[in-house]
T-cell receptor, first 113, second 114 residues
Framework: AQSVTQLGSHVSVSEGALVLLRCNYSSSVPPYLFWYVQYPNQGLQLLLKYTTGATLVKGINGFEAEFKKSETSFHLTKPSAHMSDAAEYFC???????????FGTGTRLQVTL | EPEVTQTPSHQVTQMGQEVILRCVPISNHLYFYWYRQILGQKVEFLVS????????KSEIFDDQFSVERPDGSNFTLKIRSTKLEDSAMYFCASSRTEVAYEQYFGPGTRLTVT
């Protein structure tokens, strides 16, 4: 069965520092991969997705992620954190013809001055 | 920008009562989904719906749950007899086609069963 693992339920970075949120998937076939962000009292907003093609994908708000098949990973990065990036981030996967998304447990990003 | 809306934002109900959670998907979308997130846990898939029928459902989606698209705009999730463990945030999502991989999520309804 498909599963998504996010290492670190809480990550704290200083403003201006690199953001790295980790996501690994387990799947017998390469899945489609997504990162969603959830701000307080809001729904899930799509940051970026990987389906096929270029393995480095760029999303909104300066985030990007790289699909590494050999490492079964899809880590999310941003070169310089901003206070407004503080939120919960979810990695999700979808395999083949199944329409459902399988989510990781989420990582809460805190940005400090 | 079009968005998925959900009502109510918070619903409190007593155990054993029926609740209906409402969603208005994005207007030209054809695929609809419900997910839930129990406090402190991951977001879990409940059901997907297309062409007026369920296309996929999880083991969570038992006989106590049902979905309906009663008109051209609303998509509802009914829980027939709520249990304490049904307390969660329920998210509705929609996508334009199954191939358009993005699912757009609503803000959620927080259901509290007492």
């Amino acid at each position: 069965a498909q599963s998504v693992t996010q290492l670190g339920s809480h990550v704290s970075v200083s403003e201006g520092a690199l953001v790295l949120l980790r996501c690994n998937y387990s799947s017998s076939v390469p899945p489609y991969l997504f990162w969603y962000v959830q701000y307080p009292n809001q729904g899930l907003q799509l940051l970026l997705k990987y389906t096929t093609g270029a393995t480095l994908v760029k999303g909104i708000n300066g985030f990007e992620a790289e699909f590494k098949k050999s490492e079964t990973s899809f880590h999310l990065t941003k070169p310089s954190a901003h206070m407004s990036d503080a939120a919960e981030y979810f990695c999700a996967a979808r395999t083949g013809t199944a329409s459902k998304l399988t989510f990781g447990t989420g990582t809460r990003l805190q940005v400090t001055l | 920008e079009p968005e998925v809306t959900q009502t109510p934002s918070h619903q409190v109900t007593q155990m054993g009562q029926e609740v209906i959670l409402r969603c208005v998907p994005i207007s030209n979308h054809l695929y609809f989904y419900w997910y839930r997130q129990i406090l402190g846990q991951k977001v879990e898939f409940l059901v997907s719906f297309y062409n007026n029928e369920i296309s996929e459902k999880s083991e969570i989606f038992d006989d106590q749950f049902s979905v309906e698209r009663p008109d051209g705009s609303n998509f509802t999730l009914k829980i027939r007899s709520t249990k304490l463990e049904d307390s969660a945030m329920y998210f509705c999502a929609s996508s334009r086609t199954e191939v358009a991989y993005e699912q757009y999520f609503g803000p959620g309804t927080r259901l509290t069963v007492t």
